[in-house]
């Protein structure tokens, strides 16, 4: 369903709604679409709760309904389609629809931060041991990549992103450009430009998308632009 935003749905999206007999997602995505779900049966339900979204889609579909298992961003990314195409058995017609995700929203309204390799890396233990996330993101700092940080802070996940910051200012200048959009693309909507040694003392939360710079990143016009090496 892309960033929220209606006009971020791509057209097989819609379709796919469309076509769905059952629709089932995570109530916080499913109310962005409200509108997409009139004579549709919904399923909603919580966090933690993919895997059980994910057997109940299986199981309505194998008994032969067309069923929509909604993601936020794109499905491929951080998002159901994985789980899904796991517990499916091989006879069942499954099919990912690509989605906008978090990074390439976030960048768009930076402006073109992203326009040369970059690094896209959760900031969420659930599933990852933070030994594992903390290497991921020292590799990519030491790398120059542009490193775009997804699930950077939660009411119980507080010190991670000050690791991930100090990790990264050991192989990044302080004055290192750093963006933060919340509610990308969608009602809400917030930007700061800040830098790497100033990012912390920004609101940085569950809706919000972290891109930092890398050594070629710069602010033109408030936007974050990184060359791609053109000659200009």
Do not use: C
Not at 9 to 37: D, M
């Amino acid at each position: 369903m892309g960033p929220g935003g209606a006009e971020y749905i791509t057209p097989r999206a819609q379709a796919a709604l469309e076509e769905a007999e059952v629709v089932i997602g995570y109530k916080t995505y499913l109310g962005f679409i409200k509108e997409n779900l009139a004579d549709k049966q919904v399923i909603g339900s919580g966090m933690r709760k993919e895997i059980d979204r994910a057997r109940q889609a299986v199981e309505i579909a194998r008994q032969g309904q067309v069923v929509a298992v909604v993601s936020s961003g794109d499905p491929g990314i951080y998002g159901m389609a994985g789980i899904i195409l796991e517990l499916a058995p091989k006879d069942l017609q499954v099919e990912v629809i690509p989605g906008v995700t978090a990074a390439t929203s976030a960048a768009a309204v930076l402006g073109a931060p992203l326009m040369h390799d970059f690094a896209v890396i959760s900031l969420s233990d659930l599933l990852t041991p933070w030994d594992t996330i903390a290497r991921r993101i020292e590799a990519a700092a030491h790398a120059d990549f542009i490193i775009v940080l997804y699930n950077p802070r939660s009411r119980g996940r507080e010190t991670q992103i000050i690791q991930a910051r100090n990790l990264i200012l050991t192989h990044r200048r302080p004055e290192t450009p750093v963006g933060i959009v919340r509610n990308a693309k969608r009602s809400g909507e917030q930007k700061v430009i800040t830098t790497l040694q100033g990012m912390l003392e920004e609101e940085i939360d569950m809706f919000s998308t972290v891109v930092i710079g890398n050594s070629q990143t710069r602010v033109l016009h408030n936007l974050m632009v990184t060359p791609r090496g053109y000659s200009i």
